[in-house]
T-cell receptor, first 112, second 114 residues
């Protein structure tokens, strides 16, 4: 069955450092992959989408990579700030992309 | 983008009763989805709400328990029927504007069943 794995343990980093979150998937070949941010008590907010033919995508301090051979995506936040503290969800989608399945998420804490 | 509102934002219900959650979108959208998020867990897709036809349910979810209506392209309801404490969760409405677009989420409805 399709499986999405994200670091289950929280990631604690110091302000100003780069946070790197990992998303691995098995048993399917997504046409694209999305990353979302979720704050406690709120719905997820879309951050970035990367397609299977793209190796890397950037948006301000965010960078996503997508390695279809390794079946992995990495999500980087550079110059991290305490306001970046949240849960980050990975969501690979199959061709057709009519529905999106989410990973369990990784909780990020950025300490001042 | 799309702005989504949900009603109610939270509710406490007794077991055996039903609750209907409303989802309103500020623009016409083709695809609308209902998710559940239990405490500390990720989102689980309940169903895809189809305009003018029956919803498409994911494995483990059935229409009798979670009936869904979608009368037009901006509105949907999810009913949680015959509730039990296991139904305590956050229920989220979500939309896509096209097959490959990002999803937008409502603020969620926090349901507690006692």
């Amino acid at each position: 069955s399709q499986k999405i794995e994200q670091n289950s343990e929280a990631l604690n980093i110091q302000e100003g450092k780069t946070a790197t979150l990992t998303c691995n998937y098995t048993n399917y070949s997504p046409a694209y992959l999305q990353w979302y941010r979720q704050d406690p008590g709120r719905g997820p907010v879309f951050l970035l989408l990367i397609r299977e033919n793209e190796k890397e995508k950037r948006k301000e301090r965010l960078k996503v990579t997508f390695d279809t051979t390794l079946k992995q995506s990495l999500f980087h936040i550079t110059a991290s700030q305490p306001a970046d503290s949240a849960t980050y969800l990975c969501a690979p989608s199959n061709t057709g992309g009519f529905k999106t399945i989410f990973g369990a998420g990784t909780r990020l804490f950025v300490k001042a | 983008s799309a702005v989504i509102s949900q009603k109610p934002s939270r509710d406490i219900c007794q077991r055996g009763t039903s609750l209907t959650i409303q989802c309103q979108v500020d623009s016409q959208v083709t695809m609308m989805f209902w998710y559940r998020q239990q405490p500390g867990q990720s989102l689980t897709l309940i169903a895809t709400a189809n305009q003018g036809s029956e919803a498409t349910y994911e494995s483990g979810f059935v229409i009798d328990k979670f009936p869904i209506s979608r009368p037009n392209l901006t509105f949907s309801t999810l009913t949680v029927s015959n509730m039990s404490p296991e139904d305590s969760s956050i229920y989220l409405c979500s939309v896509k504007t096209g097959g490959y677009d990002e999803q937008y989420f409502g603020p969620g409805t926090r349901l507690t069943v006692t």
